[in-house]
C-alpha cells in the first residue's frame, strides 16, 4: 500500500508538473503568432512607405525636372500686361501656399512615423510585459504548487488569453486604420505635387505666351516707328509742296493784281486819249465841212474800234495765260503726288519736283511766249483783219504796234505807245487829207464798224467769260485756304498722334520694365524653390538610405527573431512530447490505482465476507448451542 501510495502521489505529482509548462506553452504560443503578425505588420509598414516615398521622390524629381525644362516660361495672352502681371501674382501666392501646405503634410507625416515606431515600441513592451507580468507568474507558481486550482487556474488564463487577443486585435485594427490614414494622406500629397507639376508647366507655357507676345509688340512699335518716320518724310515733302503751292498762288495773286492795275492804267491812258483825240477832232469839225465832220466821225469809229481790238487782244493773252497756269499747276500737283508715291521707297533720291515746279516760277514767260506764238498764228481769219487788210501798210504796222509785250509794262513802254499812236495820228491826219479815197473806204469802215459792234458784243460776253473765271478763281483760292486751314489742323492732329505714341511708347517701357522686375522676381522664387526640392530630394534619399539600413536591421532582428521561434517551436515540441509521455505516465498510473484499489476493494469484501462468514460461524455455534442446551434440556 505504501509503494502504491507513492507510486500514485509521484504520477500525480508528474502532471501537476507538467500542466503548468503546458499551461505556459499554451499561453505564450498564441501570443508567440500574434507578436510574429504584429511584428510582420509592423515589418511590411515600413515595406509600404517605401513605394510611397519613392513616388514622391519621383514626383519631387519630376517637379524638378518640369521647372528646369520649362525655365520658368510663363508670360498670356492678355492680351494686356496689367492681366499679366495680376496672373503671375496669383501664381505666387499659390506658390507659397502649397509651400506652406507641403511644408505642413511633412510635419504630419513626421508625427505619423513617429507614432507607428510608438505603437511598435508598446506592442513589443506590452508583449514583455504580459511574458513578465506578475499574474502569469503566480499562475505559474500556483500551477507549480496548487494541484487543486489547476483548472480554475487554467480557465483565469484562458480568459485572460482572450482579452489580450482582443487588445491584441483592437491594435491591430488601429495600426490598420493608421495605416491607411498615412496612405490616404501620401495619396493627397501625391496628388497635390502633381497639381503643383501641372501648373508650374501652364505657368511656363503662360511665361512663353507672354514674351512671344512682348516680342510682338515690340515688332509692331519697330513698324509703327518706321510707318511714323515715313509719315514723317512724306509730310515734309508735302509741306514742301504746299510752300511750293504757296509761293505760286502768291505769284497769280501779284500777277492779277498787276493785271488790274495795268487794266485800270490802259483804261485810264485810253480814255486820256479819247479825249484829246475828241478835242482836236471838234475843233477840226469847227473849221472844216460836213464832209470833214463825217470822215472824223468814221475816224472816231475806227479809233474806238481799234482799242476794242486791243482790249479783246489783251482779255484773249490773259485767258491763254490763266489755262497755261491752270496747265501748270495740274501738271505739278500730279508730279508731286508720283514724286511722294517715290520718295516714300527712296528717300534719299532727290525729288523730280523741284526741276518741275522751277520753270513754274516765272509763268509770265510761258505765258507771255504762248501768247505771242498764239496772237501770230491766230488773227489771220478773224473778223478784225477787214479793217486793217482795208487800210495802208503804215496803219497796219500801228496795229502790230499796238500788241503788248506782256504784263510788266511800266511808265516807258505807255509812253512809247504814246508815241506809236500820235504817230498813227499823224498819218490818219494825213489820209483824212486824201478825202477821194477815204470816200471809197467809208462803206468798207460802215461794214468794220457793224462787225465792230458784234465784236464789241463778244467783248461783252469775253468779259463776263472773264468775270466768271475771276469768281472761279476766287473760289480757287478759298479753297486753297481751306485746304491749308485743314492741313493745318492735321498738322496738329499729328502731332497730338505723335505726342500720345510717344506717351504710349513711354508707358510700354514701363510695363516692360514692370515685367522684367516680376519675371526677374518669379525667376528667383522659382530658382528658391527648385533648390527646395532639391533639398528635399536630397533628403529624401538620406531618408530612404536610413531607412534601407534600418530594413536591413530589421531583416537581420527578423532573421534572429525566427531562429529563436524556431528554437522556442522545437522547444514546445520537445515539451509536448514530455508533456505525451507524461500523460502516457499519468494514464499508466491511473490504471495501476485502479488495480490496487480494486484489489483493495477486492481484499475489503473479502474481509468483510470473512466477517460475515465468523459472524455467521458465531451465529451457527450460538445457534448450536442453543440448540444443544435445548436438546440437553429436552433430554433433561
Given at each position: 500500500?505504501t509503494?502504491s501510495?507513492?507510486t500514485?502521489?509521484?504520477a500525480?505529482g508528474?502532471?501537476?508538473g507538467a500542466?503548468?509548462?503546458?499551461?505556459?506553452p499554451q499561453?505564450?504560443?498564441?501570443?508567440?503568432?500574434e507578436?510574429?503578425?504584429?511584428?510582420?505588420?509592423?515589418?511590411?509598414?515600413?515595406?509600404?512607405?517605401?513605394?510611397e516615398?519613392?513616388d514622391?521622390?519621383?514626383?519631387?524629381?519630376?517637379?524638378r525636372?518640369g521647372?528646369?525644362?520649362?525655365?520658368f516660361?510663363?508670360?498670356?495672352?492678355?492680351?494686356?500686361?496689367?492681366?499679366?502681371l495680376e496672373?503671375?501674382e496669383?501664381?505666387?501666392r499659390?506658390?507659397r501656399e502649397?509651400?506652406?501646405?507641403?511644408?505642413?503634410?511633412?510635419?504630419?507625416?513626421a508625427?505619423?512615423?513617429?507614432?507607428?515606431?510608438?505603437?511598435?515600441?508598446l506592442?513589443?513592451?506590452?508583449?514583455?510585459l504580459?511574458?513578465?507580468?506578475s499574474?502569469y507568474?503566480?499562475?505559474?507558481?500556483?500551477?507549480?504548487k496548487?494541484?487543486e486550482?489547476?483548472?480554475v487556474?487554467?480557465?483565469?488564463?484562458?480568459?485572460?488569453?482572450?482579452e489580450l487577443?482582443?487588445?491584441?486585435?483592437q491594435?491591430d485594427e488601429?495600426f490598420?486604420?493608421?495605416l491607411t490614414?498615412t496612405?490616404e494622406?501620401?495619396?493627397?500629397?501625391?496628388e497635390?505635387?502633381?497639381?503643383?507639376?501641372?501648373?508650374l508647366q501652364s505657368?511656363c507655357?503662360?511665361?512663353?505666351?507672354?514674351?512671344?507676345?512682348?516680342?510682338?509688340?515690340?515688332q509692331?512699335?519697330l513698324h509703327?516707328k518706321l510707318?511714323?518716320?515715313?509719315?514723317?518724310?512724306?509730310?515734309a515733302q508735302?509741306?514742301v509742296q504746299l510752300?511750293?503751292?504757296?509761293?505760286?498762288?502768291?505769284?497769280?495773286k501779284?500777277?492779277g493784281?498787276?493785271?488790274?492795275?495795268?487794266?485800270?492804267?490802259?483804261?485810264?491812258?485810253?480814255?486820256?486819249?479819247?479825249?484829246?483825240?475828241r478835242?482836236k477832232?471838234?475843233?477840226?469839225?469847227?473849221?472844216?465841212?460836213?464832209?470833214?465832220?463825217?470822215?472824223?466821225?468814221?475816224y472816231?469809229?475806227?479809233?474806238?474800234?481799234?482799242e476794242?481790238w486791243?482790249?479783246?487782244?489783251l482779255?484773249?493773252?490773259?485767258?491763254?495765260?490763266l489755262?497755261?497756269?491752270?496747265?501748270?499747276?495740274q501738271e505739278?500737283?500730279?508730279t508731286?503726288?508720283?514724286a511722294?508715291?517715290h520718295?516714300?521707297?527712296s528717300?534719299?533720291t532727290?525729288?523730280p519736283?523741284a526741276e518741275?515746279v522751277?520753270?513754274a516760277?516765272d509763268p509770265?514767260q510761258?505765258?507771255?511766249s504762248?501768247?505771242?506764238g498764239?496772237?501770230?498764228?491766230s488773227p489771220?481769219?478773224?473778223?478784225r483783219?477787214v479793217?486793217r487788210?482795208?487800210?495802208?501798210g503804215?496803219?497796219?504796222?500801228?496795229?502790230?504796234?499796238?500788241?503788248?509785250?506782256?504784263l510788266?509794262?511800266d511808265?516807258?513802254?505807255?509812253?512809247?505807245?504814246?508815241?506809236k499812236m500820235?504817230l498813227?495820228k499823224?498819218?490818219?491826219?494825213?489820209?483824212?487829207?486824201?478825202?477821194?479815197q477815204?470816200?471809197?473806204?467809208?462803206?468798207?469802215?460802215?461794214?468794220q464798224?457793224?462787225?465792230?459792234?458784234?465784236e464789241?458784243?463778244?467783248v461783252?460776253k469775253a468779259?463776263?467769260e472773264r468775270?466768271?473765271?475771276c469768281?472761279?478763281l476766287?473760289?480757287q483760292?478759298?479753297?486753297?485756304?481751306?485746304?491749308?486751314?485743314?492741313?493745318?489742323?492735321?498738322?496738329?492732329?499729328?502731332?497730338q498722334?505723335q505726342?500720345?505714341?510717344?506717351?504710349l511708347?513711354?508707358?510700354?517701357?514701363?510695363k516692360?520694365l514692370l515685367l522684367?522686375q516680376q519675371?526677374?522676381?518669379?525667376?528667383?522664387n522659382s530658382?528658391?524653390?527648385a533648390d527646395?526640392?532639391?533639398q528635399?530630394n536630397v533628403r529624401?534619399?538620406?531618408?530612404?538610405?536610413?531607412?534601407?539600413?534600418?530594413?536591413s536591421?530589421y531583416?537581420?532582428?527578423?532573421t534572429?527573431r525566427?531562429?529563436?521561434?524556431?528554437?522556442?517551436?522545437?522547444?514546445l515540441?520537445k515539451l509536448?512530447t514530455?508533456?505525451?509521455?507524461?500523460?502516457?505516465l499519468?494514464?499508466?498510473a491511473?490504471?495501476?490505482?485502479?488495480?490496487?484499489?480494486?484489489a483493495?476493494n477486492?481484499?475489503r469484501?473479502?474481509?468483510?465476507?470473512?466477517?460475515e462468514?465468523?459472524?455467521r460461524?458465531d451465529?451457527l455455534?450460538?445457534?448450536?448451542?442453543?440448540?444443544d442446551r435445548k436438546?440437553?434440556r429436552?433430554?433433561e
Amino acid at each position: 500500500t505504501t509503494v502504491s501510495a507513492e507510486t500514485a502521489s509521484g504520477a500525480d505529482g508528474g502532471p501537476s508538473g507538467a500542466q503548468p509548462g503546458a499551461a505556459g506553452p499554451q499561453v505564450g504560443a498564441p501570443n508567440g503568432p500574434e507578436a510574429a503578425r504584429a511584428d510582420a505588420g509592423s515589418q511590411l509598414s515600413p515595406g509600404e512607405h517605401a513605394p510611397e516615398k519613392g513616388d514622391t521622390g519621383g514626383d519631387s524629381a519630376a517637379g524638378r525636372v518640369g521647372s528646369g525644362e520649362g525655365s520658368f516660361d510663363f508670360l498670356p495672352p492678355t492680351t494686356a500686361p496689367e492681366e499679366i502681371l495680376e496672373h503671375l501674382e496669383s501664381l505666387q501666392r499659390k506658390l507659397r501656399e502649397r509651400e506652406k501646405e507641403i511644408a505642413r503634410l511633412q510635419e504630419e507625416r513626421a508625427k505619423a512615423e513617429k507614432l507607428t515606431a510608438e505603437v511598435k515600441i508598446l506592442r513589443t513592451l506590452n508583449h514583455e510585459l504580459i511574458l513578465q507580468s506578475s499574474p502569469y507568474v503566480e499562475l505559474q507558481q500556483q500551477a507549480a504548487k496548487l494541484e487543486e486550482a489547476v483548472v480554475v487556474r487554467t480557465a483565469e488564463v484562458d480568459e485572460l488569453r482572450r482579452e489580450l487577443l482582443h487588445e491584441q486585435k483592437q491594435k491591430d485594427e488601429e495600426f490598420e486604420k493608421l495605416l491607411t490614414e498615412t496612405k490616404e494622406q501620401t495619396e493627397k500629397l501625391l496628388e497635390k505635387m502633381k497639381t503643383l507639376t501641372d501648373e508650374l508647366q501652364s505657368a511656363c507655357v503662360d511665361r512663353e505666351k507672354a514674351l512671344f507676345e512682348g516680342e510682338r509688340l515690340r515688332q509692331e512699335l519697330l513698324h509703327r516707328k518706321l510707318s511714323q518716320e515715313e509719315q514723317e518724310t512724306v509730310f515734309a515733302q508735302r509741306c514742301v509742296q504746299l510752300s511750293k503751292l504757296k509761293m505760286q498762288h502768291e505769284q497769280l495773286k501779284n500777277a492779277g493784281t498787276q493785271m488790274l492795275l495795268r487794266n485800270e492804267r490802259m483804261r485810264k491812258e485810253r480814255q486820256t486819249l479819247i479825249e484829246a483825240i475828241r478835242q482836236k477832232a471838234t475843233c477840226k469839225i469847227r473849221s472844216s465841212d460836213l464832209d470833214h465832220h463825217r470822215i472824223q466821225n468814221n475816224y472816231f469809229e475806227l479809233f474806238y474800234g481799234v482799242e476794242l481790238w486791243v482790249e479783246d487782244e489783251l482779255i484773249c493773252r490773259l485767258k491763254l495765260r490763266l489755262q497755261a497756269e491752270e496747265r501748270q499747276k495740274q501738271e505739278g500737283v500730279s508730279t508731286a503726288n508720283a514724286a511722294s508715291a517715290h520718295e516714300i521707297s527712296s528717300s534719299s533720291t532727290p525729288s523730280p519736283t523741284a526741276e518741275k515746279v522751277e520753270p513754274a516760277n516765272d509763268p509770265t514767260q510761258n505765258c507771255v511766249s504762248g501768247v505771242a506764238g498764239t496772237s501770230a498764228a491766230s488773227p489771220s481769219s478773224s473778223p478784225r483783219d477787214v479793217p486793217r487788210d482795208s487800210l495802208h501798210g503804215g496803219s497796219l504796222l500801228s496795229l502790230d504796234a499796238l500788241e503788248l509785250p506782256g504784263l510788266e509794262g511800266d511808265a516807258e513802254t505807255v509812253e512809247v505807245q504814246m508815241a506809236k499812236m500820235k504817230l498813227e495820228k499823224d498819218a490818219l491826219q494825213r489820209r483824212l487829207a486824201d478825202y477821194d479815197q477815204l470816200v471809197v473806204e467809208i462803206a468798207g469802215l460802215r461794214e468794220q464798224y457793224a462787225r465792230v459792234s458784234e465784236e464789241v458784243e463778244e467783248v461783252s460776253k469775253a468779259f463776263e467769260e472773264r468775270q466768271t473765271f475771276c469768281e472761279h478763281l476766287l473760289k480757287q483760292v478759298k479753297e486753297k485756304d481751306e485746304a491749308l486751314a485743314d492741313l493745318r489742323n492735321r498738322n496738329a492732329s499729328f502731332l497730338q498722334q505723335q505726342q500720345m505714341l510717344s506717351r504710349l511708347s513711354r508707358l510700354h517701357d514701363q510695363k516692360l520694365l514692370l515685367l522684367r522686375q516680376q519675371y526677374e522676381q518669379t525667376t528667383t522664387n522659382s530658382r528658391v524653390y527648385a533648390d527646395a526640392l532639391q533639398q528635399a530630394n536630397v533628403r529624401v534619399t538620406l531618408a530612404d538610405q536610413q531607412r534601407e539600413e534600418a530594413t536591413s536591421v530589421y531583416q537581420q532582428m527578423r532573421t534572429a527573431r525566427d531562429t529563436l521561434y524556431k528554437e522556442k517551436e522545437e522547444a514546445l515540441a520537445k515539451l509536448n512530447t514530455v508533456v505525451e509521455a507524461n500523460k502516457v505516465l499519468d494514464a499508466a498510473a491511473q490504471e495501476s490505482l485502479a488495480r490496487r484499489n480494486a484489489a483493495e476493494n477486492e481484499a475489503r469484501a473479502l474481509v468483510d465476507a470473512k466477517v460475515e462468514l465468523e459472524k455467521r460461524i458465531d451465529r451457527l455455534k450460538a445457534k448450536e448451542e442453543k440448540q444443544d442446551r435445548k436438546r440437553g434440556r429436552k433430554l433433561e
